[in-house]
């Protein structure tokens, strides 16, 4: 696989013919390109397929991308093999997407939803095409499998099936709404329990006969006896489409299985001309059967696109899977790409029974998707990026329920226009001011969109930055002072930490001194998590950072490629040591200067920092 960093334009180039070689590579480097702001190049696109380049199905993805993202996308045409795409903000609204084939909305929805859940407000997406594709997720997996497993990283988005549509005339309607959320939660799925029902669905449409439905779902639930107690409940919905809900002649089948502990597993087959309804029901069946013999808490289906969540989430993900799919090795690599997160597979034995085993080899054969037959289960985990909205733009008459909803946290309110020049230079700003005050919110609210509040503030210039505490005004200031900016909210953020203020504190003296000091075992856990986090990098230069700690006489030393930041390393800091998630912190570097905010955020190459002396210094108030 062969990456790069354009020095000239900072845009990083990602090789399309990497592993699996399809719409995958693209799907998940576009994605990622917008939530994390990064220009990309992707070349080589769809180089494993047999007919290479973009096809409709993923122009029209990358288009809806290129829409909610306010892109600008380069050489976007039908049958082009290399791209470059230049991401702004995320914008919640309305969008449309039709792929005006049968290609997969469900493969839309997989790079659309992660990115709106980060954008400034509510979307909604009218996405038209395939519903049931050969190939991609259906839609009945999305909504029985994704959708409730997706709940557990803390989001939720809600799905109308308005019509079904199948190959080759597509016409299938899906709306999904999206509301953004503050940050994903880290998930642990290594715990498969006992199965404790198995369910399904079996469909034909058009002039085909309900019978065959019933064929399906009736050797899928032979298949399962054969296997499993009959005491298992299994259900299996046996449906033909109204004429009103669907476009076109098919048939197909999806079946699931939960567990006590809540994993979810699920595969799905689409009839074919010629092949009799007990294999299409047989099929689908024996591919769950093969991923529940490793007691698998996630399905070969599953695994890749929790990969992009898990990158994305706050905390330590892990989840327990069957052999890994190259798709799944993909969106590991893609991700550790482009957001710098470490994710660690571990092999570990086979939980298969002697009677799993007896049945593994038409198991194994019939897994065409797997990417080995391994008898190992494997888990995958990772440190997440824990990405957040930065500045949450407030829709009109919302901003007093967000200030209700803070309640003694500071907030900081950014009264903008769109048309104002200098609200446009002090946005960067606010913005890395954000990331270094995890706890105070930051809000920002359009005066021409959001007449009532600014009529109720009083907003006359701007920007007007406006400082409130329990819904109450502390302090506001007009123009693009940044100096004055920061100053403030030095001022008003100690308030925001635990025990800061004036007054008498319930905690005896030792208790105080401990909670505000660091000691050794912080230092090994430090060195530990830095470890993990930037220590597995292959083929990228190191360098190393030795840290100066409050309260302790030894250094720390991280390792970490040079295309790493100081705001990684404060990420670390602030996700591993419980005195900095509530004390603000600054670098320090030899004479005694202080390194900014802009100078964190550029790489470690960019900044000169190789081999680096750096103190942390607590704010003192």
Known sequence: MAEK????????????SYLEGGGQILRNSTALSVLLEIPIRVEKIRAGRSQGGLRPQHLTGIQLLSQLSEAKLHNGNIGATEIIFTPRTIKGGNYIADTKTAGSVCLMMQTAIPCLLFANNSSYLRLLGGTNAEFAPEIDYYSMVFQPIARRFNFNFDINLVRRGYY?????????????????????????????RFFGRAFVAGTLSKRIAYEMAEAAEKLIHKQYSKDIPIEIQVVKEP????????TGIIVGAETTTGCILASSALGKRGVPANDVGTQATEDLLYDLSYQACVDRHLQDQLIILMALAKGHSKIRCGPLSDHTKTAIFVAELLTKVKFKV???????????QSNSTTLQASATSASNTSNSTFIVECEGLDIKIPVKEVTDGGLKKELEQAGDKLVLVDFFATWCGPCKMVAPTIEKLSSSHPNAIFLKVDVDRCQVEAQEYNISAMPTFVFFRNTKELERIRGA???????????????????????HSMLSTTQTNASSTMTES??????????????????QTMTTIRLRLPDIANPVNIRLSVDQTLNDIRHLICNTITLFETTPFEFIVSPATKITLEEENKTINEAKLMNAVITIKKHSF
Do not use: W
């Open 481 to 503: 002072d940044t100096q004055a900016i920061e100053a403030t909210l030095e001022k008003y953020y100690k308030e925001t930490l635990p025990f800061a203020g004036e007054g």
């Open 522 to 539: 912080d230092r090994h856990k430090l060195e530990q998590a830095a470890q993990e986090r930037f220590g597995n990098a292959k083929d």
């Open 346 to 356: 571990t092999e570990v034995s086979s939980l298969k029974t002697e009677h799993d």
């Open 5 to 16: 960093n354009d020095s000239l334009s900072n845009i990083i180039t990602i090789d399309g």
């Open 243 to 250: 004429d009103n809900m669907a476009i076109g002649t098919a």
């Open 168 to 196: 080759p005339k597509g016409g299938g309607e899906v709306r999904i709404t999206v509301n953004p959320i503050d940050q994903l939660t880290a998930i642990d799925l290594t715990e498969f329990g006992q199965i404790k």
